[in-house]
């Protein structure tokens, strides 16, 4: 990333933006911020902040903390349910910042647009981390994990470098995200059980879609 971002970059930055925020906010708002502070590329105004070093040093803590807390079966079914609330307003507030400039209109298109890529992926993420996670060993929920941390920064980097390949990419990631969700949907209806479970307060969400509760059952 190099210079002052032209027309296609700055979509192309402002839907990475919002995809990515679906999958890892914190490394996101990082990574483009310390772009920033580095002199590698002259952010929008909106997205000025992100290179602020407190801004730095607070994202680049949580990134630290997401980095393992999403390793960790079960640890990181929980952390995707509470950032449920946090990655999608997130993802449409970075993408609306992107574009701020050229108005009000593009700046609510760049939100819409934005949120919705957000949740999009973060519901693709929830719903893969379900079923992988019904598999009793760590190292697939790992390997999956890692995967993420670099397909990221890899659509981070095409979008800056290759506006137009990153279209391309990110349409096939949808199309993916969309198949994901229809063949995994018993295990997208076990991840908003639990947030439904997590959220009124009667414990964690499993992690086995077969378990089935039976609101019958006696308590012994």
């Known amino acids: ?8 970059h700055l979509l192309a930055l402002a839907a990475a933006l ?5 999958i890892r906010l914190y490394a996101v708002v990082f990574l483009v911020g310390a772009a920033g502070f580095m002199g590698w590329v002259d952010l929008p105004q909106g997205l000025k902040v992100l290179q602020h ?8 803590s949580m990134c630290f903390v997401e980095f ?6 079960l640890l990181d079914t929980v952390w995707d349910l509470v950032h449920t609330f946090i990655r999608i307003p997130a ?6 910042a992107a574009l701020g400039a050229d108005g009000p209109a593009m700046t609510t298109i760049a939100a819409l647009l934005g949120g919705s890529l957000a949740a999009t992926s973060h519901a693709a993420k929830m719903t893969t981390r379900a079923a992988v996670n019904t598999s009793p060993e760590p190292f697939s929920n790992i390997g999956v994990s890692l995967l993420e941390d670099g397909f990221v920064v890899f659509m981070l980097w095409l979008s800056a470098t290759h506006p137009l390949l990153f279209a391309l990419a990110l349409v ?4 993916l995200a969309v198949v994901l969700l229809v063949v995994l949907v018993k295990f997208l209806r076990t991840v908003l059980r639990g947030l439904g479970r997590f959220l009124s307060g009667r414990g964690l969400p499993s992690g086995n879609p077969n378990v089935q509760e039976n609101p019958h059952r006696q308590p012994r």
């Not at 990333?1 to 296609?8: H, I, K, Q, S, W």
């Open 1 to 8: 990333m190099d210079g002052l971002l032209d027309t296609p």
């Open 18 to 22: 919002g995809w990515a925020s679906g």
């Open 53 to 60: 070093p407190g801004v730095l040093a607070a994202s680049g």
């Open 68 to 73: 393992f807390a999403d390793k960790i079966p």
């Open 91 to 96: 993802g449409a507030a970075l993408a609306a």
């Open 172 to 175: 096939l990631t949808l199309v």
